[in-house]
Nanobody, 128 residues
Framework: QVQLAESGGGLVQAGASLRLSCAVS????????FGWFRQAPSGKEREFVA?????????RYGNSVAGRFTISRDNDKNTVELQMTNVKPDDTGVYYC????????????????????WGPGTQVTVSS
């Protein structure tokens, strides 16, 4: 089954940019839908950040990151990327890469319970 591993987290100042990467192994990017979720340190529920559909190149973003974050796939590297710009302290949290298999043409889901495979997460801390 597919395995995911995030990298690229760290401590940055508000307004900076950061790029997260999700390395995908034991699976092909084109077979799965991928998403990024995050969980704030206060124990809040896991929040949807962005998702990428295997078909038609569709993407979706959470309201709090739309216009600032971009999800993309690198088929050569077999990775899913999350480019974060103009980060804010509220973006602080553990960022998780997730995936699920989907039939071609099916709608993209933003619900964490629909994602089957998860990486261990990478910490992002934004200072004010």
């Amino acid at each position: 089954q597919v395995q995911l591993a995030e990298s690229g987290g760290g401590l940055v100042q508000a307004g900076a940019s950061l790029r997260l990467s999700c390395a995908v192994s034991r699976g092909t990017l084109s077979t799965y839908n991928f998403g990024w979720f995050r969980q704030a340190p206060s124990g809040k529920e896991r929040e949807f950040v962005a998702a990428s559909n295997r078909s038609r190149g569709g993407v979706r973003y959470g309201n709090s990151v739309a216009g600032r974050f971009t999800i993309s796939r690198d088929n050569d590297k077999n990775t899913v990327e999350l480019q974060m710009t103009n980060v804010k302290p509220d973006d602080t949290g553990v960022y998780y890469c997730a995936a699920y298999w989907s039939a071609w043409g099916r709608p993209l889901t933003t619900q964490s319970q629909d994602y089957t495979f998860w990486g261990p997460g990478t910490q992002v801390t934004v200072s004010s």
